[in-house]
């Protein structure tokens, strides 16, 4: 078992439906949880992190934890063309010297006019 | 600011030859990292460094060797390249625990 899965897609949706992309986890040390985004062809870049659980807001994006069920969620409202990118979850957890990150898969998300 | 910067962009080696991609980074961190990324499998990471001088293996380490001579530096070193190195490697950059900064990446065949 993987110790973070993500489902690949492709998740395909047209312009304006509200996304959800999600991944779940094996280890209950994890505290950071992060979402990167990748166009393609390019390296990531970070778009929210969460610190334990709940929710973040960020414009259209929405980071959710629930620790209890080892699953975290990204929720992107009125999605647009620009959006299509693949969405890797990233975590961390305590007592880490490195700062080394935990990679899901990703999801490639394609969103059409 | 340049950020993480890696080069070549582009390479195709072939079996048995051996190449250093190369990694700069113009934010004074301390934490840089390598990652091989392979269609649909995410980022796995080969080596790390937590700053000049110090580096350690990550989850995939055979095959590659790194140096940390400076903190803006961290090359990686693959020698007797195999078909199994083809890949996109990609180095970062950190200061804080939830934030890393990628360059754009190297593509490496290798035939």
Sequence with gaps: ?113 | NAGVTQTPKFRILKIGQSMTLQCTQDMNHNYMYWYRQDPGMGLKLIYYSVGAGITDKGEVPNGYNVSRSTTEDFPLRLELAAPSQTSVYFCASSYRVYEQFFGPGTRLTVL
């Design chain 1, 1 to 113: 078992q993987k110790e973070v899965e993500q489902d690949p897609g492709p998740l395909s949706v047209p312009e304006g439906a509200i996304v959800s992309l999600n991944c779940t986890y094996s280890n209950s040390a994890f505290q950071y949880f992060m979402w990167y985004r990748q166009y393609s062809r390019k390296g990531p870049e970070l778009l929210m992190y969460t610190y334990s659980s709940g929710n973040k807001e960020d414009g259209r994006f929405t980071a959710q934890v629930d620790k209890s069920s080892k699953y975290i969620s990204l929720f992107i409202r009125d999605s647009q063309p620009s959006d299509s990118a693949t969405y890797l979850c990233a975590m961390s957890g305590p007592n880490n010297a490195g700062n080394m990150l935990t990679f899901g898969g990703g999801t490639r998300l394609m969103v059409k006019p």
